[in-house]
């Protein structure tokens, strides 16, 4: 399913062609448009992703008590003399899964069957509709894992299918399904029909645009803004983020709420229209004459008077284009002992990101404080961390930055469980590490995207994305682990943090170096390069190893 025919002959006039590139100018008018278009994926992407924070939030409970709490419309979370009731725990709070049996006088204890919910904040949601509580917690695990399941198949499937068919159809297609499976999750009245639905929603609602919206971007801009550029793009996740908040807070009804989520799918349905397909892929593709129109375009755009030649390119593409042709696809990215490498540390590192990220993300619930401004700061915390950053990436390099930001996240996360168990310490901790972890996760996009080379980068972020869905399925279900042990879930998350961390300096840095086009260059790319190299002042060239396959021809 990954596999794709790609022309490799193409690429001598696809240099050519796209030297024009420079005459466009790396974030011109036409660049701004497309990306602020592509924008809106990750925008759309968070609120699906997080819509279940909210729509399944679990509020403070105890057990509904006989005789007190028998008239669902008047049952009070707080009563007097509750002690009497239920059983104090050695943390001095009450128990909330078991109650004294009224029928005894022997203070003999019984597991609770319903319960009364606060709903200081939560009006209704999944979790107080479905009892996500005590034995039943792996219900709000799962139905959290199946949509990250969803985003894992998807990210396995349309990854690969965006190589194969194009960018901007997958992206289309999913943006219609989003949508409809955002409505149908607000509708279903059955837990596992919800799980099915979740699903789909995961495989549309953030895989399927999500992905080659980024790829796109980063196929249009240039190396100059390719930073500032892939770091907003998670700035819009983070937005999106915040927008899950700000609804949750507004919209008391559950219902409601998730109709709201799944409707703003809706802002990428016009996007048939408005946005074009990446070039690069075009040309490599074989449709010269598509790729040729899109360069036009972006020259008119931006206010070039050059004119591109479009016959001359049309017709040397098509004498060549069937001289060879090879099937390319995920396997050729562990064919070769070097991409090979590189691969398996790239997908750990996506692991590592998304498994302390959505840990800390769908968390939140959990700590000290009003729930939707604590997961509004969440949200917001990320931004500060993607401008400082924007201006340490090109100066540091990605390489040491994404690995200090790694290690400090798991220490962060270390710290909280163990030395700070509540209130506003622990809040604090978790947030700096929310900030570090999404300030590594976003230059894995980007590092992701300028270490593997045009044949097989779609395939390769999909890989990734794969990869940190695999880990994001199993977050939620790693935090069930806190039943054992508090600290444990949190001592998951830096361990594989920290180690990540440390093995990302085994990467060659990519800062200032063109995007690569074969796989053979991929192979080639500063085979020698590592941090500890680097440090050890054995640096090779950055230019050594590749030359601009993109550079702008002179058009004249």
Avoid at 30 to 58: D, I, K, P, R
Avoid at 375 to 400: H, K, N, Q, W
Avoid at 521 to 529: A, L, M, N, P, V
Wanted: proline share 3%; hydrophobic share 45%; aromatic share 14%.
């Amino acid at each position: 399913m990954f596999t794709h025919t790609y022309t490799f002959t193409c690429f001598t006039n696809f240099q050519n062609i796209y030297k024009g590139w420079k005459n466009i100018g790396d974030f011109g008018k036409y660049q701004f448009w497309q990306f602020c278009l592509q924008l809106l994926s990750a925008m759309t992407a968070a609120v699906n992703m997080l819509s279940l924070v909210t729509v399944g939030a679990v509020p403070d409970h105890r057990c509904a008590i006989p005789t007190i709490d028998d008239d669902l419309g008047t049952r009070n979370f707080s009563i007097t003399n509750l002690d009497r009731y239920i059983p104090v725990l050695e943390t001095l709070k009450y128990d909330s899964c078991s109650m004294y049996d009224v029928n005894s006088s022997d203070n003999v204890t019984i597991k609770c069957n319903d319960w009364v919910y606060d709903t200081t904040f939560h009006k209704s949601s999944r979790g107080m509709d479905w009892h996500f509580v005590c034995d039943r917690r792996w219900m709000g695990a799962t139905a959290q894992s199946a949509y990250m399941f969803g985003v894992f198949f998807g990210s396995l499937t349309l990854g690969a299918a965006a190589d194969k068919y194009g960018r901007k159809n997958v992206f289309c297609g999913s943006a219609v399904l989003q949508v409809v499976f955002g409505v149908a999750a607000a509708y279903v009245t059955e837990f596992y029909a919800f799980l099915i639905v979740q699903f789909f929603y995961g495989i549309f609602g953030s895989a399927g645009s999500y992905i080659p919206g980024f790829v796109l971007a980063m196929e249009l801009i240039g190396p100059s803004r390719r930073t500032v550029c892939g770091i907003s793009f998670q700035a819009a996740f983070s937005f999106g983020f915040m927008l899950v908040a700000g609804w949750g807070a507004l919209i008391p009804d559950r219902q409601l709420l998730q109709l709201v989520y799944g409707l703003h799918g809706v802002v990428l349905l016009g996007h048939w229209w408005l946005m074009d397909e990446s070039p690069r892929w075009l040309w490599a593709n074989g449709k010269v004459n598509e790729a040729v129109k899109i360069v036009q375009k972006a020259l008119k755009v931006n206010g070039s008077a050059i004119t591109v030649d479009a016959s001359q390119f049309v017709s040397k593409a098509t004498v060549r284009r069937h001289e060879k042709e090879v099937n390319v696809g995920v396997t050729d990215l562990f064919k070769t002992p070097i991409l090979r490498k590189r691969t398996l540390n790239v997908c750990f590192s996506w692991f590592a990101n998304s498994l302390v990220y959505y840990g800390l993300s769908l968390g939140t619930g959990k700590l000290y404080g009003n729930p939707y401004l604590v997961l509004f700061l969440a949200g917001c915390v990320e931004l500060p961390g993607y401008v400082v950053t924007i201006l340490l990436m090109d100066r540091t390099g990605r390489r040491s930055l994404v690995s200090f930001f790694m290690i400090s996240g798991g220490i962060c996360c270390c710290v909280a469980a163990y030395l700070f168990q509540g209130g506003t310490t622990r809040t604090l901790l978790v947030m700096l590490g929310k900030l570090t972890i999404s300030s590594s996760f976003s230059i894995v996009y980007n590092y992701s995207a300028e270490l593997f080379p045009t044949a097989v980068r779609n395939t390769a972020l999909g890989l990734g994305a794969m990869s940190a869905r695999l880990s994001g399925t199993a977050t939620p279900l790693i935090g069930l682990l806190d039943s054992l042990n508090p600290a444990l879930p949190s001592t998951i998350f830096a361990i594989i943090a920290i180690l990540s961390g440390f093995l990302m300096l085994f990467l060659p840095e990519t800062l200032g170096e063109p995007m690569l086009q074969t796989i053979e260059e991929g192979e080639r790319f500063k085979t020698d390069d590592t941090w500890f190299k680097s440090v050890c002042g054995s640096k090779k060239s950055a230019k050594e190893d590749t030359k601009e396959q993109m550079e702008p021809l002179k058009v004249v």
